[in-house]
Each structure stands twice: as structure tokens, then as C-alpha cells.
């Protein structure tokens, strides 16, 4: 998995198919779903945001809860998903 920033995320998403999973280090959530993410990584590109250190990205894609994903089919088509998600359904929602 990648940390992505705000000063690298437009390079990390621009060749779309890529899943961003935006976090936050005291969130129980978003510690359940990272093992998740880690058993597809193989599967997918992922990118790591912590929601406390890029609050222009936050504002950007409007992430109002953690955790949140958005799968960037390409740079500007995408669909977001927010809270917990098992493998199984990650990738279904992902169609991979």
C-alpha cells in the first residue's frame, strides 16, 4: 500500500484503477478494515490518506466519516463507499 498526500495524490490516481482508503489513525473502523486491505492488495492498487494530515483532499472528495473508500476507475470517474467492508465485499463492489 502507498501513503499518498496532498502533494502526490493527483500523480498516484492519474492512471485510474486505483482504490484510496481514507483513514484515521483513532479509528476502530478503520483499523478493522485495513487487514481487508491488505489480504487484496495484490489484487489492486491502494492508497492510504490519514484524514488528519490532508484536510484539502478531505474537502475535496467531501469525506465526512472514516473510513471511507473511493475507487478512482479513472482519474475523474469514481465511486465512493463509506464504513467497514469484509474482502469478500470490497471486491465485489470493486468487480474484481
Not at 14 to 29: E, H, I, Q, R
Not at 60 to 80: A, C, W
Request: proline share 5%; with cysteine; net charge negative.
Amino acid at each position: 500500500m502507498i501513503e499518498g498526500n496532498e502533494n502526490n495524490f493527483e500523480n498516484l490516481i492519474k492512471d485510474g484503477d486505483v482504490l484510496v482508503d481514507f483513514f484515521a489513525t483513532w479509528c476502530g473502523p478503520c483499523k478493522m478494515l485495513a487487514p481487508e486491505l491488505e489480504e487484496i492488495q495484490d489484487k489492486i492498487k491502494i492508497i492510504k490518506i490519514d484524514v488528519d494530515k490532508n484536510p484539502n483532499l478531505c474537502k475535496k472528495y467531501g469525506i465526512m466519516s472514516v473510513p471511507t473508500l473511493i475507487y478512482f476507475k479513472t482519474k475523474d470517474n469514481y465511486i465512493v463507499s463509506n464504513g467497514y467492508m469484509p474482502k469478500e465485499n470490497i471486491l465485489s463492489w470493486l468487480g474484481k
